[in-house]
């Protein structure tokens, strides 16, 4: 079942263009990792999905919901706002800097959205983030504040975040960039658990392997376009682009 739906998806911010006409699907369970080189446009997609971003034209459709169009003039038109509202919470964000609340704990990281944004009742919120605390390895650190975390602590505390809105899809934005090796293979890890429990994800990354052997399909992004996409296994092991093999020797060369 198709879940998310980008058809002729145009963003430029003044002379700049970072997206042209960029339109690809994922299908309900899937595993999508988007790969290039920086300055391609990827991390743009995942800003325009979650509405970090408005779009200049073009139609992006989330379970069915229509959440922004061309109108009639060529200019994009988004859905009413309360409309907005629900299609937003069905997506749910991981940055590469974390982004959590340094005043708050890792429990109330958590917690604060599913009471304050869904009306959670505290104890029930309280009960969901213990369970994915000790779910990503962390339920020693309910009480620990970011600046007590590592990056990679950091980073596993923000997934549970998003895990606590329940969404349908979640959104990885270089998940692992600002981290060093060690602490990179933690939170591959709980994506990897993620992707086996067949949660929806699409994925901005440089992390070639976990393209390779967990996305289910990858697509390559150069300069605001998608030059190739298909299974892993064919961008990786038969690549039909020129520049696809290019990028896929660089990886290869460096394992």
């Known amino acids: 079942m198709q879940i998310i739906e980008v058809e002729g998806l145009c963003k430029s911010y003044g002379e700049n263009t970072i997206l042209s006409d960029f339109s690809f699907k994922?299908?309900?369970?899937?595993?999508?990792?988007?790969?290039?080189?920086s300055g391609s446009g990827k991390s743009t997609v995942l800003r325009c999905l979650s509405l970090l971003e408005k779009i200049d034209k073009g139609k992006i459709t989330v379970g069915g919901k229509v959440m922004v169009k061309t109108s009639k003039?060529?200019?994009?038109?988004?859905?009413?706002?309360?409309?907005?509202?629900?299609i937003k919470l069905r997506l749910r964000m991981v940055f590469q800097n974390f982004n959590l609340f340094p005043h708050f704990t890792a429990l109330r990281n958590i917690t604060e959205a599913p009471?304050?944004?869904?009306?959670?009742?505290?104890?029930?919120?309280?009960?969901t983030a213990m369970e994915l605390l000790n779910k990503i390895g962390l339920s020693e650190k309910v009480n620990s504040y970011p600046c007590q975390l590592s990056?990679?602590?950091?980073?596993?505390?923000?997934?549970?975040?998003?895990?606590?809105?329940?969404?349908?899809?979640?959104?990885?934005?270089?998940?692992?960039?600002?981290?060093?090796?060690?602490l990179t293979g933690e939170v591959?890890?709980?994506?990897r658990n993620l992707a086996a429990e067949n949660m929806t994800m699409v994925v901005v990354t440089h992390e070639m392997g976990f393209a390779r052997d967990v996305a289910d399909r990858v697509i390559f992004m150069e300069k605001?376009?998608?030059?190739?996409?298909?299974s892993s296994e064919n961008i990786f092991t038969n690549p039909a682009n020129e520049r696809t093999r290019a990028f896929i020797r660089g990886f290869y060369g460096q394992e």
């Open 73 to 86: 003039d060529g200019k994009a038109e988004y859905a009413p706002e309360k409309e907005l509202k629900k």
């Open 151 to 182: 990056g990679g602590e950091s980073q596993r505390v923000a997934i549970a975040r998003a895990l606590a809105m329940n969404p349908d899809i979640l959104l990885f934005d270089e998940p692992t960039s600002a981290l060093d090796p060690e």
């Open 115 to 127: 009471v304050h944004v869904l009306g959670i009742p505290y104890k029930e919120a309280e009960d």
């Open 224 to 230: 605001g376009k998608i030059i190739e996409g298909g």
């Open 188 to 191: 591959l890890k709980v994506m």
């Open 26 to 37: 994922v299908n309900e369970g899937e595993v999508i990792a988007v790969i290039g080189p």
